[in-house]
């Protein structure tokens, strides 16, 4: 890594850390616009902002500290439990985080300013982490809410673990 690309990252986890709720503000004016995401826009506006704001503060601490994917299994595949008990289908909330990812993206597009090459270059890397940050926790939000909707299959609707197994082909985290 480059000099300027820590200077970049840095200036960026400032951000993260210390507009946070600017980050979710703008994330949820995004849900707002997609009238497909009927689960989040049966929320109020300040519940939707704060289930939001975690997501920037996890994504600086791991820019500055490094991939930690303990720490980022525990946030997602809490996460996609809880929604799986609120009843949030899988795609609307995958959804959810790829345009947290968009907000994030816009912000170094248009206010770290990338007006010259080498910038480019230096926000092209900060970019590319993000990117593995949201990829790697969409892996980890669907892993908890299909293993958190197997284990409820399982428990309250009384199915086979045979059927179930048969359907649910992902390696739990949870042995069998």
């Given at each position: 890594?480059?000099?300027?690309?820590?200077?970049?990252?840095?200036?960026?986890?400032?951000?993260?850390?210390?507009?946070?709720?600017d980050?979710?503000?703008?994330?949820?004016?995004?849900?707002?616009?997609?009238?497909?995401?009927k689960?989040?826009n049966?929320?109020?506006?300040?519940?939707?902002?704060?289930?939001?704001?975690?997501?920037?503060?996890?994504l600086?601490?791991?820019?500055?500290?490094?991939?930690?994917?303990?720490?980022?299994?525990?946030?997602?595949?809490?996460?996609?439990?809880?929604?799986?008990?609120?009843?949030?289908?899988?795609?609307?909330?995958?959804y959810?985080?790829?345009?947290a990812?968009?907000?994030?993206?816009?912000?170094?597009?248009?206010?770290?300013?990338p007006?010259?090459?080498?910038?480019?270059?230096?926000?092209?890397?900060?970019?590319?982490?993000?990117?593995?940050?949201f990829?790697?926790?969409?892996f980890?939000?669907?892993?908890?809410?299909?293993?958190?909707?197997?284990?409820?299959?399982k428990?309250?609707?009384?199915?086979?673990?045979?059927?179930?197994?048969?359907?649910?082909?992902?390696?739990?985290?949870?042995?069998?």
């Amino acid at each position: 890594m480059f000099y300027n690309d820590v200077m970049i990252e840095r200036a960026l986890i400032d951000t993260l850390n210390l507009k946070s709720r600017d980050f979710a503000v703008r994330w949820k004016e995004l849900i707002r616009k997609a009238q497909h995401l009927k689960h989040y826009n049966n929320m109020d506006d300040d519940s939707l902002i704060e289930s939001n704001k975690p997501f920037y503060s996890l994504l600086a601490r791991i820019l500055d500290r490094g991939l930690d994917k303990s720490l980022m299994g525990d946030f997602f595949v809490t996460m996609g439990k809880t929604r799986l008990h609120e009843e949030f289908p899988i795609s609307e909330v995958i959804y959810g985080i790829n345009l947290a990812q968009t907000v994030v993206i816009e912000y170094i597009m248009t206010e770290l300013s990338p007006d010259n090459p080498m910038r480019m270059y230096q926000s092209m890397g900060a970019v590319t982490r993000i990117a593995e940050f949201f990829l790697l926790g969409s892996f980890y939000l669907t892993k908890g809410f299909l293993e958190e909707t197997y284990t409820t299959m399982k428990g309250r609707d009384k199915i086979s673990e045979e059927l179930l197994k048969k359907y649910f082909k992902d390696d739990f985290f949870f042995k069998f």
